[in-house]
């Protein structure tokens, strides 16, 4: 009998938003799949009893603490309350600023939160992400007449991931749409340039294995209609009959991430400006 294991959990700990640390982690536990980790993230720490609370909490759960803190002062101090309680840390920019520090042969300005200043990009990167969450998955086919971007294809080919990417690392506003033979496709969808929509394929063999684990993930069959090998050929015959319709752009992601799929995307509008 295989003993379990307890989930792992990383404290993500920062005197800004913590999107830097979380993002390391998150990219050093994609190395351990399928291995679940618990990340949370305590954010805007600026005083030493907001480190003895994080220092606390990973101590009962035998926890590690992955931290961002650009104050000296709270980073000396995390690193010894870290100590006396015997809670592994990580320190992601401390070494980095040290080493800058000699090689540039001037001290670090240590004020947190510099990447994330209040500017014009930062408030678009906002706006995009904001857009993508409300325009997911055709909630508002109002959404297709303002967007950058308007993504379709068939359940499972990483619409919504690929929307957040797109507006959280390159702000573009997107909006995509489910296809889906029995639902009536929004008339906005064949009333904007063809130029703005790119339509998602993938392979059915492909789907197929996606859409029983995503079964299996909610507690279902994996025999269900869903991941039936018939049904999924129905929706990818009806997709492309939608896509040629649109005279849209047809990417195959069967074996492609989000960020290289992202990155075709933006060589395809590069070349219509």
Do not use: W
């Not at 540039?104 to 904001?130: N, S, T, W």
């Amino acid at each position: 009998m295989t003993e379990s294991i307890a989930t792992p959990v990383v404290f993500v700990v920062s005197d800004s938003a913590g999107e830097t640390g979380e993002s390391v982690v998150k990219a050093a536990a994609v190395q351990f799949s399928p291995i679940k980790i618990d990340i949370r993230r305590a954010t805007y720490i600026h005083d030493k009893q907001g480190i003895d609370n994080i220092v606390h909490m990973a101590k009962k759960v035998n926890g590690v603490i992955v931290f961002t803190l650009v104050i000296p002062e709270l980073r000396d101090y995390l690193l010894e309350q870290a100590v006396i309680q015997q809670v592994i840390t990580i320190d992601l920019l401390g070494p980095i600023i040290t080493n800058l520090e000699k090689v540039l042969h001037r001290p670090a300005r240590h004020e947190p939160g510099m990447i994330h200043q209040l500017d014009e990009a930062y408030f678009k990167k906002v706006e995009a992400i904001e857009f993508a969450v409300k325009y997911d998955d055709g909630r508002d086919s109002r959404g297709i007449l303002k967007a950058d971007i308007v993504l379709v294809g068939v359940s499972r080919t990483s619409k919504t991931p690929l929307a957040m990417y797109l507006a959280l690392h390159k702000r573009y506003k997107v909006a995509n749409v489910p296809l889906v033979p029995e639902m009536k496709l929004p008339d906005e969808l064949f009333s904007i340039s063809s130029k703005k929509v790119i339509g998602l394929t993938i392979r059915s063999d492909k789907l197929n294995v996606i859409r029983k684990e995503r079964l299996k993930a909610l507690g279902l069959a994996g025999n269900a209609n869903y991941a039936k090998v018939e049904r999924i050929n129905e929706e990818l015959e009806y997709s492309a009959s939608v896509m040629s319709r649109l005279g849209c752009v047809v990417i195959d992601v069967s074996n492609k991430a989000v960020e290289e799929t992202a990155s075709l995307i933006e060589d395809i509008l590069r070349t219509r400006r």
